[in-house]
């Protein structure tokens, strides 16, 4: 199977279990849960100087829309 293949693959599981998820739980809760596994991912493949660059650019990203 090629890379596109096993992105459309793991991105329609992933659709898939994030629209069961919201059958019964409030959006928040599961937006939390993604965001904690996408964090769990990048603190394990990235070095620490790049994912502390990740954070902070997410950080920043937050700040200017709040100020919006």
Partial sequence: MDEDAKFIEAHMK??????ELLEDS???LVAGIFQACA???YKTI???DEFQNLMET???SV???TLH
Avoid: G, Q, R, Y
Avoid at 14 to 19: A, D, P, S, Y
């Fill in 63 to 65: 700040d200017k829309e």
């Fill in 14 to 19: 992933v659709n898939e279990l994030m629209t």
């Fill in 46 to 48: 990235l070095t620490e």
């Fill in 26 to 28: 409030s959006p928040a």
């Fill in 58 to 60: 997410v950080s920043t």
């Fill in 39 to 41: 964090t769990k991912i």
